[in-house]
């Protein structure tokens, strides 16, 4: 433990701590974009979807504790992730009090420059999504186990779609500069695959961003409604 604590109090180890949580928050991303493209097959399709999260479970777990094992690991790596940022922040500005006049090449692209705030701006938004359609405290009319009812009347309104669009903006910036850092932090930076990091970056982020911003604009649109 004693090993473990000092390997983490070093940069190194909180660089690698946000890059292994940043692979499992990018998996996640991805895979919730993904399954929440059943939205276009009707309520059926996503409410089912809903329903087998809800009650699924491991073996040695009963059913529907397979969710919140999966939410605790999610929360988890959150907190690593946020915490080894802020800590390594506040150690490179102790290593550069003055700070650079004309900063790196990296930090000139728009994402890396924005990676802060980006953060701020994701954070805030999964609390009030949560709070939106997974608790339903801040949903005008919340139907509970009814997702697809309480994903389209959310996104009818504009507010709200501005909010999660502004959001995935956001996201995607994170996403393209977080990829390209982590994959470098593990040592996927061979000279083969190098010029393959940023493209790649930019289209899984491209990707997920897309996805995300058709739901609101395919609800605002009229292309995806309440059935009958």
Not at 39 to 60: D, K, M, S, T, V
Not at 144 to 171: I, T
């Amino acid at each position: 433990m004693t090993r473990l604590t000092a390997w983490y109090r070093s940069s190194v180890g909180k660089k690698i701590a946000m890059a292994v949580t940043g692979v499992l928050l990018v998996l996640y991303v991805v895979v919730h974009m993904l399954e929440n493209l059943r939205l276009y097959q009707g309520p059926e399709h996503l409410n089912a979807y809903a329903e087998f999260l809800r009650e699924a479970g491991a073996p040695i777990l009963g059913p529907g504790e397979l969710l919140w094992f999966a939410r605790l690991v999610l929360l988890t790596a959150v907190v690593i992730h946020v915490v080894a940022a802020i800590q390594l922040a506040r150690m490179s500005r102790r290593a550069r009090p003055v700070g650079y006049r004309t900063p790196p090449h990296d930090e000139l692209s728009y994402a890396s420059r924005t990676m802060r705030w980006g953060g701020v701006i994701i954070l805030l938004f999964v609390v009030y999504h949560v709070l939106h359609l997974t608790v339903g405290s801040v949903h005008p009319d919340y139907v509970p186990g009814d997702v697809y009812r309480n994903v389209v009347v959310g996104f009818r309104s504009w507010p709200v779609s501005a909010v999660y669009m502004l959001a995935m903006v956001a996201l995607g910036l994170h996403l393209y500069h977080g990829i390209w850092s982590m994959t470098q932090t593990l040592g996927i930076d061979r000279p083969r695959i190098d010029r393959l990091r940023r493209p790649m970056a930019g289209v899984i982020a491209g990707a997920v961003t897309i996805g995300n911003l058709s739901f609101p604009v395919a609800v605002m649109a009229g292309w995806v409604g309440l059935p009958g």
